[in-house]
């Protein structure tokens, strides 16, 4: 499984980008599909998720300005975020596990030692 991301870059606040994820070598609709995130010296956090299904989840902080979806045809996830801030800066990784975790009625992918990831795209947001 080999995941590859695109689309990082730098902008002003406000501003919006699109991240890609390229999937090969599995079928992406048996997989939970996340975006990570980790900026310098934090832990990594959970974005967003998106399972076979179509349903989603959202960290809190990102809660109506990024959206998560994916084209199964063409094996690819996306990441488009609306009016970013500062506080998004952050080395930005997609993921794939088998994996899923209920919390709330979301679905989270969970991180397992087998979890598939991509090598990330910088995202850096300038105030």
């Known amino acids: 499984v080999q995941l590859v991301e695109s689309g990082g870059g730098s902008v002003q606040a406000g501003g919006s980008l699109r991240l890609s994820c390229a999937a090969s070598?599995?079928?992406?609709?048996?997989?939970?599909m996340g975006w990570f995130r980790q900026a310098p010296g934090k832990e990594r956090e959970e974005v967003a998720t998106?399972?076979?299904?179509?349903?989603?989840s959202y960290a809190d902080s990102v809660k109506g300005r990024f959206t998560i979806s994916q084209d199964n045809v063409k094996n690819i996830l996306y990441l488009f975020m609306n009016n970013l801030q500062a506080e998004d800066t952050a080395l930005y990784y997609c993921?794939?596990?088998?994996?899923?975790?209920?919390?709330?009625?979301?679905?989270?992918?969970?991180?397992?030692?087998?979890?598939?990831w991509g090598q990330g795209t910088q995202v850096t947001v300038s105030s």
């Open positions: 070598g599995y079928t992406g609709s048996s997989y939970c």
């Open positions: 993921a794939a596990t088998r994996a899923v975790v209920w919390r709330g009625g979301y679905p989270h992918c969970l991180v397992m030692s087998d979890t598939y």
């Open positions: 998106i399972i076979s299904s179509g349903r989603t």
